[in-house]
């Protein structure tokens, strides 16, 4: 893949080694003692196949680099070391500045792909929460038992089993001496037997509806349309990068 980034206004990606050579100004050859750097525009990772270095003191084959402008408006290709190698800390502010370019060019693109698809979404969370058993109506009848049906004693024994996932109501039996002899006959230090009543279906319910109100309003409601509301071309890289995490949640 070989991609040029124009100054972080858009991403040109470039099919093939040969489309690269025959963009207006490229060169191959030259001399690192006697050019001088202006940026870095690109980068490449290529393979199998390498192709040289475009420093005449290399012509090594490399199969990841850097596109590089040079004053005068020229371009080559540099290895992925060799613009360190023979540029320095010139080279570096270059490079962290491109990558900087590149991944807020691709945030951009990113938040811009997904805010096309904001409308679909408006209408599949609408379709999530409407109706007797969509998630606003599970929210508040799952509200209701917590908060009024049960006593606080149970609700409170609820949650505790709901975050120690037991679901499982037992009665607990003391094993008499003789069965406790047999059973370390066995290896089995065991004084108790516990024998399963019944099973609280949904008990992740209990703690995890809280989560759904959050989803709903927060999520999926305010974060949604502040989403869809943000104009990615005046974000700061900080902001860029926060808000396409959100976009690949979401």
Not at 54 to 82: F, M, S, W
Not at 93 to 99: N, V
Not at 138 to 154: C, G, N, P, Q, V
Not at 204 to 233: I, M, W
């Amino acid at each position: 893949m070989i991609v040029i980034t124009e100054f972080g206004k858009s991403l040109v990606k470039i099919e093939s080694w040969e489309d690269l050579m025959t963009r207006p100004g490229y060169v191959q050859d030259v001399d690192p003692e006697k050019i001088t750097l202006k940026n870095v525009i690109g980068q490449y990772r290529i393979g199998p196949d390498k192709f040289p270095c475009g420093l005449a003191t290399c012509r090594q084959p490399h199969n990841r680099g850097y596109i590089v402008l040079l004053a005068g408006g020229q371009e080559t290709n540099l290895g992925k070391d060799c613009g360190s190698k023979h540029f320095g800390i010139e080279f570096q502010e270059h490079e962290r500045s491109f990558k900087q370019a590149f991944n807020a060019q691709r945030s951009r693109e990113n938040i811009q792909a997904t805010q096309n698809r904001v409308e679909p979404l408006r209408e599949r969370v609408q379709i999530l929460r409407g109706g007797d058993w969509g998630a606003d109506a599970l929210y508040e009848k799952i509200h209701r038992h917590m908060s009024a049906l049960f006593d606080e004693r149970t609700s409170n024994k609820l949650r505790e089993r709901a975050k120690a996932d037991k679901p499982v109501i037992a009665s607990v039996r003391q094993l008499s001496q003789q069965e406790i002899d047999d059973y370390r006959v066995f290896g089995d230090n065991r004084t108790t037997e516990e024998t399963e009543l019944f099973r609280v279906r949904g008990l992740r319910a209990v703690t995890s509806y809280q989560k759904l109100r959050n989803l709903l309003h927060v999520k999926l409601g305010s974060e949604l349309e502040a989403f869809a509301n943000l104009d990615p071309e005046s974000l700061e890289l900080d902001d860029l990068r926060r808000w396409s995490n959100w976009a690949n949640r979401i």
